[in-house]
């Protein structure tokens, strides 16, 4: 990090996550951070389900839960921006306080329940920048008190389909009761044939892709692998955050109820992403989250399956500067092993990470 990161991040941190995490949506609608320059190679170009990300890395889903800043994300570095997650009706989400920081282990608990604006606010920020460019993906969930949730997903396919560069579907919160139900293949069928179904009806067809938990174990992950490739869905993110405690440091909100990200979930979430990658098998598309923070961990992903990685919790420990260092990381590794494009770097780990364990 630079002096100028440092200062900024002492700072936000004197702030309660929550206080920090607005501020710095304001400070990026201002205009601010302005991070250096970041390197464009067209070794870094990857190509999937007809869009050309002009590189692999991008922000996950939960930052920029209302659409506010997508294009300030994408200035600083990322090949693209995930919004959301959106649901139909504005939330306010669960009780307060519902995020932690974990400082020891660059981690963070969050339950904060699909808090947002709603469909009509964020329809408005996209259809606002619509024809700028830049690859801009809307995450849609459902309401908590929904009495169809399923209803919900196609309402937002329904909504965001002509705005949208890709859209996901976001059944992995363990934060909204009952949500990682609908990974079960009975519910996830009708899921997918629907959303499928309210996309083909939609003004555009963008590319869907459904976003999973890493807390499966192998006959769920070969269900959902199953019902992805019988409906042709497009393809795969892997993963949501995880209810599960692996060894941390910050004992005294480890407890604390939610989903875990940042680096300690790097291991399963490469793991669970190896799994899915043998089981669906060479042309599906799957994006690698969780602990990605260097340009090594973004190239672990890749070499496990991924075609594209995203990252988020890393950003609040890493600075605004993180994007363009991971990808000057990148390049330098395509230099030093001669590579024509950094896609040739996909699966040669592929079978160390799949043996492993859940």
């Known amino acids: 990090m630079s002096v100028l990161d440092r200062i900024g991040q002492k700072l936000l941190f004197t702030f309660d996550p929550e206080a920090a995490h607005g501020l710095s949506i304001a400070a990026l609608r201002c205009g601010l951070p302005v991070a250096g320059r970041p ?6 170009k990857v190509s999937v389900c007809g869009i050309d990300f002009p590189n692999p890395l991008g922000m ?3 930052y920029d839960k209302n659409a506010e800043v997508p294009d300030a994300l994408l200035g600083l570095g990322f090949g693209f921006a995930e919004v959301g997650t959106v649901t139909p009706l504005p939330q306010a989400g669960n009780p307060k306080p519902r995020i932690f ?3 020891a282990d660059e981690a963070v608990i969050n339950r904060l329940g699909f808090n947002n604006e709603g469909h009509e606010a964020a329809e408005k920020r996209l259809a606002a920048r619509k024809g700028r460019g830049g690859i801009v993906g809307v995450n849609i969930g459902a309401n908590k008190d929904s009495a169809d949730r399923i209803g919900d997903y196609e309402r937002g396919v329904a909504r965001f389909a002509q705005y949208a560069s890709y ?6 919160s363990p934060n909204t009761p009952g949500l990682r139900n609908m990974q079960a293949r009975e ?3 009708e899921l997918l044939s629907r959303v499928i179904a309210a996309r083909r009806a939609a003004t555009a067809q963008p590319p869907i892709f459904l976003k999973i938990a890493p807390d499966l174990v192998e006959a769920e992950l070969e269900d959902i692998a199953a019902e992805v490739t019988e409906k042709r869905l497009d393809g795969v993110i892997v993963s949501n955050t995880t209810i599960s405690r692996p060894a941390l440091r910050s004992a005294s909100v480890a407890g604390e109820a939610g989903g875990l990200s940042g680096k300690p979930l790097f291991e399963r979430s490469t793991i669970v992403l190896a799994k899915m990658r043998k089981l669906l098998g060479p042309d599906r598309t799957i994006i690698g989250v969780g602990g990605v923070d260097s340009a090594e961990t973004a190239l672990e ?3 496990a399956g991924a075609d594209l990685v995203q990252l988020y919790t890393s950003m609040i420990y890493a600075g605004p500067a993180l994007p363009g260092r991971i990808l000057s990381g990148m390049v330098r590794v395509a230099d030093r092993e001669r590579l024509t494009s950094i896609r040739a770097l996909r699966d040669i780990s592929l079978d160390k990470w799949a043996s492993k364990p859940l």
């Open 39 to 44: 390197p464009r190679d067209k070794r870094l």
């Open 101 to 103: 920081r974990l400082t």
């Open 187 to 189: 519910q996830l069928g």
């Open 60 to 62: 996950a889903a939960g």
């Open 301 to 303: 992903k890749i070499r």
């Open 167 to 172: 859209l996901t579907v976001n059944i992995s």
